[in-house]
């Protein structure tokens, strides 16, 4: 019986960001790796030669993150089915809703031609949600719910999802994990001394200014237009913004309109725009507070990575968000649809002693412990080789 896995996904560099540890665990109980996925959009800035650093066998395919476009499906499901068949995969882990779609409709396509293949789907957010609007929680439910027959293994990263994936009918046999995220390197998102901070804030000209600072693609969802429309409110409202810095690390279809928001709002000596960042732990490390504004997340790295680093976060209240936020403890949780709230949590933070920065700065730490890498690591080493041993 063949040991190759089929790993799928939408954006060349998905892997290098959320897949490498999975990697790792497949390689040491066996599986030769295989990766799919548009190798000609590098949405997360990496190199090509990781793959071969990696012993990962990388294929291209005509696949695209919106799950809008037909294309997606008449053009990269024959070619998942022809790298299936010409490389005897026998297992698909498949991520992100496109991703999902094709990889269990390559499975179905298997198993209706007599192939043996074990599909496996890590949601990374389903699209329907409470709260979400209406076509979310009918078009997207419903289709979930159909493909849950195809799959062997369903991953969920949040209690809601974990709750309602455990309502789906999977395949017979099929069952449903829950992980605490991707997994969080809480060695490699360390605070920063005192004296690394000092350098941090001099490199960037902050000065003695409020730093916060949010990271994350540069997007509808994502939601940082709030903020700046918080600081254009407590301008207004003659409060004084003068010792407030904003710094947005990202890019995305939204950078140009950012950047015509913050010309609008007269905004530019209070927001930097520092574009895709390949190490963010300097910006996070020496930062006042982060902030998180996202309408939705399915968990929410970059708010980990921040509470890692001891850096308290102002995070809007999502399912994601709800994991690990306690408010007034480890920051402070808003409404992501309410300019009000952002403020009321940016005055909260500023407000602050050093006795009470220090103390939610050990809070923070604290409070992401459960997500770090080993725990998720656990879990999917158990799925892995369970899927091995049943062939």
Known sequence: ?????????????????????DVRILKDIGF?????ANMR??????????????????????????????GNYLNALPQVIKIIQQNDIRVIHCHEPVGGV???????????????????????????????????????????????HYTDILITINREDYVNGRKFSLK?????????????????????????????????????????????????????RIVLQALKKMRDEGKDISGILYGIC????????????IRGMELQDNVFMYGYCTDI????????????????????????????????????????????????????????????TVVEGIEYMMAMDSAEREKMKKACRQSVRPFEKKCTSEIMRSVYEEVKENG
């Open 1 to 21: 019986m063949s040991n190759n896995i089929l790993i799928l996904a939408c954006v060349s560099g998905f892997l290098d960001k959320f897949e490498k540890e």
């Open 32 to 36: 030769d790796v295989h990766y799919a």
């Open 41 to 70: 959009e590098q949405h997360y800035i990496f190199d090509p030669a990781e793959f071969d650093e990696l012993g990962i066998a990388a294929h291209h395919i005509d696949i695209e993150r919106s799950p809008y476009m037909t």
């Open 102 to 148: 094709i990889g269990r409709l390559a499975g179905y396509w298997c198993c209706r031609h007599g192939i043996p293949v074990k599909v496996i789907y890590t949601v990374h957010g389903f699209h329907f949600y409470k709260g979400a609007p209406l076509i979310n929680n009918t078009a997207y439910h419903w289709a979930e719910m159909f493909l849950a």
């Open 172 to 224: 017979k046999g099929g069952k449903v994990y829950r992980i605490p995220g991707v997994g969080l390197d809480m060695k490699h998102f360390l605070p920063l001394t005192p004296e690394e901070r000092k350098k941090a804030r001099d490199k960037l000209g902050i000065g003695d200014r409020f730093f916060l600072v949010s990271s994350g693609e540069l997007n509808e969802n994502k939601n940082q």
């Open 250 to 261: 990202g890019d995305g279809f939204f950078h140009d309109r950012m950047r015509e928001w």
């Open 281 to 340: 732990r300097p910006f996070l490390g020496c930062a006042d507070a982060s902030i998180f504004p996202s309408h939705r997340e399915g968990m929410g790295m970059a708010g980990l990575e921040a509470l890692s680093m001891g850096i308290p976060l102002i995070a809007s209240d999502n399912r994601g968000t709800r994991e690990y936020m306690v408010h007034k403890e480890n920051g402070f949780v808003f409404d992501s649809r309410r300019v009000d």
